[in-house]
């Protein structure tokens, strides 16, 4: 059922293209810290290349992925598949952020649609890619993706979206500081 692949094949990329979400998993090392688990969407996702990818992180009501990949690196990102034939891929991997600061900014994101609330880029260096069957995952019919925090993003604007980032995006809810906390 599970089939190990050495780098993000052709075939991958366009099962990863065809999704229209996919959740981001990363933990402290402590282990009596909070698991973090979160769904993405809004076309953040990008393929670098066989063995590296980013996506867009947007702002939200805590920044755990990045206090994670601070403190640790670890990553796993999974695609499922809702419609179709049923497939899971992994990607595992270690992580970066990427703030608006760093020399690495302007080229990731000139590669991403400009997204209202757009907080940083998360990078990861995938070292295993894996699938396995999803035969278990329920058919769901996608409808379109949510407009909702860009709305409230462009409502907040870029100074109401910097001064949400300091009350809610500094530290993880376990206390880990974030990148953010390191620029503002």
Known sequence: ????????????????????MF????????????????????????????????????TGSGNETSAHLQENGRITIMF??????????????????ILPNNSEWESLYS????????????????????????MSVPLYEFQGQRDNLVKWADKKGKEGIKEYHQKKNMVSIDGLATPLSEVN
């Open 1 to 20: 059922m599970a089939k190990v692949f050495e780098s993000i094949t052709e075939e991958l990329q366009k099962f990863i293209a065809k999704q229209q």
């Open 23 to 58: 959740f981001v998993g990363t933990a402290p090392l402590n282990s009596d810290g909070h698991v973090n688990l979160s769904p993405k969407g809004l076309e953040s996702f990008r393929i670098l290349s066989p063995h590296k990818v980013a996506y867009l992180d947007l």
């Open 80 to 97: 499922c598949a809702f419609e179709g034939s049923p497939s899971i891929l992994r990607l595992y991997g270690s992580g970066k952020t």
């Open 111 to 134: 590669q991403f649609p400009e997204i209202p609330g757009t907080r940083q880029i998360i990078v990861a260096d995938i070292e295993r890619v894996q699938t396995s069957c999803g």
